[in-house]
């Protein structure tokens, strides 16, 4: 079973920068890839970034484009969400999530349902 452990989140004002971890436990990913999703009060979970595991292949949702940057490191088993120039609308819990059914490297994951399995979440509170 893989257990997906979370940490980073935070408050921070309108404008800075903030660094989300999610570490992969017992076992090492070759294969599929990895995610972000997000759900702000009021608001379904929504996709935010997802990365090939193998290749570094990366897509982001429009909404956070240029902004965030998602990234691995492979030795450490662990994905990371840089998150910057944010806004309060970017308030929202965090999940991390892993896709480990899709072994093609030029398919990059955006639905719920294609991931398996999820991390706990963590709280961003951007302050105007």
């Known amino acids: 079973q893989v257990q997906l452990v979370e940490s980073g989140g935070g408050l921070v004002q309108t404008g800075g920068s903030l660094r989300l971890s999610c570490a992969a436990s017992?076992?090492?990913?070759?294969?599929?890839?990895m995610g972000w999703f997000r759900q702000a009060p009021g608001k379904e979970r929504e996709f935010v970034a997802t990365?090939?595991?193998?290749?570094?292949?990366?897509y982001y949702a429009d909404s956070v484009k240029g902004q965030f940057t998602i990234s691995r490191d492979y030795a450490k088993n662990t994905v990371y969400l840089q998150m910057n120039i944010l806004k309060p609308e970017d308030t929202a819990v965090y999940y991390c999530?892993?896709?480990?059914?899709?072994?093609?490297?030029?398919?990059?994951?955006?639905?719920?349902?294609?991931?398996?399995?999820w991390g706990q979440g963590t709280q961003v509170l951007v302050s105007s």
């Open positions: 990365i090939r595991w193998n290749s570094g292949r990366a």
């Open positions: 017992e076992r090492t990913f070759s294969t599929g890839a």
């Open positions: 999530a892993a896709a480990p059914r899709y072994a093609s490297e030029w398919y990059l994951p955006f639905a719920q349902s294609e991931y398996d399995y």
